[in-house]
């Protein structure tokens, strides 16, 4: 509608005069990636957006997104001003680990390796040894075992106990999990699955085991698109936030997505299959995290102590990914 296109061009003309550029989740919604797209900035993951933000020429970076990713942001890219359409967008992973409370935890096990998820404060990344995104946290957990290493895993138990498993690494687990994620459930799934025989089920190592143990595929975000590409089904069953099938449907056009099941038995969810903090970054937020005046509303800090702090095990795993 008309209201929309023309939030869309003040967009485009403040990203121009402020020579900043949109950096967007897969899990926002799809005309916010869209235009990600449009103005030359991308749409990944969080680990990508933080590498794609600390490589572009802009000195400004709109991270649509929650509030984690703002961090990582300028954690890597100190120097660049890093906005938010909006500072409350936050994650229940990153909510539910304290960095008190988790601070108590690693120090009660001083001969524990700190792997945290990055989906966490800066704070709790600089109390770890390594940050790890779902992308690649089976090759580091793999690699800390092979080396005897005992491991403290947090805050995510799904993805945690997914890779204990997989790795059959000792994990001191901390209690987390995604409330997108936690939703999905299995004995629907396994009910939908007969309804579409021929399709592939993939699925977010954040969801509970039993619907990770039903899955074709398991991956991060980017590992399940390029799945839903290679794999030969014509169907796909999708268990991760329904923002992916934007990214998804591009990659594999021709294919049916599919949303996994969040209720079953007429059960209702608190957020199904779509992230309540991803959806906050609309194009009005969008637009007013560029007007100038509102910049103290929308703008990341992270301490510089505590950022050279978080960097360290941020840092690990980009050298690890290489
Ligand atoms: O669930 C999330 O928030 C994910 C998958 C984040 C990420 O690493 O992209
Ligand atoms: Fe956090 Fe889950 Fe939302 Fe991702 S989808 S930001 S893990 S609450």
Redesign the pocket.
């Known amino acids: 509608d008309i209201e929309k296109e023309q939030s869309k061009a003040r967009i485009k003309q403040l990203l121009k005069e402020r020579n900043a550029v949109l950096v967007a989740?897969?899990?926002t919604d799809p005309e916010i990636q869209a235009l990600a797209e449009e103005t030359g900035g991308c749409v990944s993951?969080?680990?990508e957006m933080a590498r794609f933000g600390r490589d572009h020429s802009a000195k400004t970076l709109i991270v649509a997104g929650?509030k984690f990713m703002g961090e990582t942001s300028k954690i890597l890219s100190p120097e660049k001003t890093v906005l938010m359409p909006t500072l409350d967008a936050t994650?229940s992973l990153d909510i539910g680990c304290p960095i008190e409370t988790f601070s108590e935890f690693c120090d009660a096990h001083p001969d524990h390796t700190v792997v945290v998820y990055?989906?966490t404060s800066a704070a709790v990344k600089a109390r770890a040894d390594w940050v790890v995104?779902?992308s690649i946290a089976l090759e580091i957990v793999e690699h800390l075992d092979s080396e005897g290493k005992k491991i403290i895993w947090g805050p995510d138990r799904h993805l945690g106990s997914y890779i204990a498993k997989e790795t059959g690494a000792e994990m001191l687990m901390w209690q987390g999990e995604?409330i997108?994620?936690d939703e999905f459930k299995a004995k629907a799934l396994t009910e939908l699955k007969k309804l579409h025989p021929t399709a592939a089920v993939l699925v977010?190592p954040?969801s509970p085991a039993s619907v990770v143990e039903l899955a074709d595929a398991v991956g991060?975000?980017s590992q399940l698109i390029k799945a839903a590409q290679t794999m030969d089904n014509d169907k796909f069953i999708v268990a991760t936030?329904r923002g992916i099938f934007y990214k998804m449907q591009q990659a594999a056009p021709n294919k049916v997505l599919i949303e996994a099941p969040t209720g079953g038995n007429g059960a209702t969810c608190k957020s199904c299959a779509h992230?309540p903090w991803m959806a906050m970054n609309g194009l009005k937020a969008i637009e007013s995290s560029l007007e100038i005046d509102a910049q103290q509303h929308h703008e990341i800090f992270v301490d510089e102590n505590l950022r050279l702090d978080a960097l360290k095990p941020l840092d690990r795993m980009l050298n690890f990914a290489k």
């Open positions: 989740h897969y899990y993951d969080s680990l929650v994650c990055a989906n995104t779902s995604c997108v994620h977010h954040e991060s975000t936030d992230c």
